[in-house]
């Protein structure tokens, strides 16, 4: 007997590892000790600074799991207004390499244009977890 095929959609989905987002809060926490310890108020003052910061990079990667996610419909992007819809047949899917200081980096772009309207989303290997030419590999196998 043969299995029927499945019937439910394929959803994949990219986030920030669970462990940079941890170490973002964990930062934060310390530096609110070490402010809170400190008796010269020019280490208060960076220190409190960095609770900010930490505060803010543990937040913004812990509101937009998952960055991307997509299904058959087309590709989700979260961001801190929400999310973003993109149907598979108007975005278009590139990787990037750029080479600064002697570093190669890469990074995902998704190019949305319907009519007037515009959308550049680029996604880069903190947003993803994952290298981003992995990601647009499984996207160009996963488009319609």
Same mark, same amino acid.
Do not use: C, Q
């Given at each position: 007997?043969?299995? /029927?095929? =499945?019937? +439910?959609? *394929?959803? #994949? ?6 462990? %940079? @987002?941890?170490? &973002?809060? !964990? ?8 402010? /809170?310890? =400190?008796? +010269?108020? *020019?280490? #208060? ?6 609770? %900010? @910061?930490?505060? &803010?990079? !543990? ?8 960055? /991307? ?76």
């Amino acid at each position: 007997m043969t299995p /029927l095929p =499945s019937a +439910e959609p *394929t959803t #994949r989905s990219w986030a920030p590892l669970p462990g %940079v @987002v941890a170490l &973002a809060w !964990g930062l934060a926490a310390l530096a609110l000790l070490a402010a /809170l310890w =400190s008796d +010269e108020n *020019t280490a #208060r003052l960076l220190m409190g600074v960095a609770v %900010v @910061v930490g505060v &803010a990079l !543990g937040a913004y990667g812990t509101i937009v799991r998952p960055r /991307l996610s997509v299904d058959d419909t087309g590709l989700h992007v979260r961001t801190l207004r929400g999310v973003h819809n993109f149907p598979w047949h108007e975005v278009k899917i590139r990787p990037v390499r750029t080479r600064r200081l002697g570093r190669d980096s890469h990074t995902l772009e998704l190019d949305w244009e319907r009519g007037e309207d515009e959308h550049l989303v680029v996604l880069t290997w903190l947003d993803l977890g994952v290298d981003p030419r992995d990601v647009a590999e499984v996207l160009h196998a996963l488009r319609p």
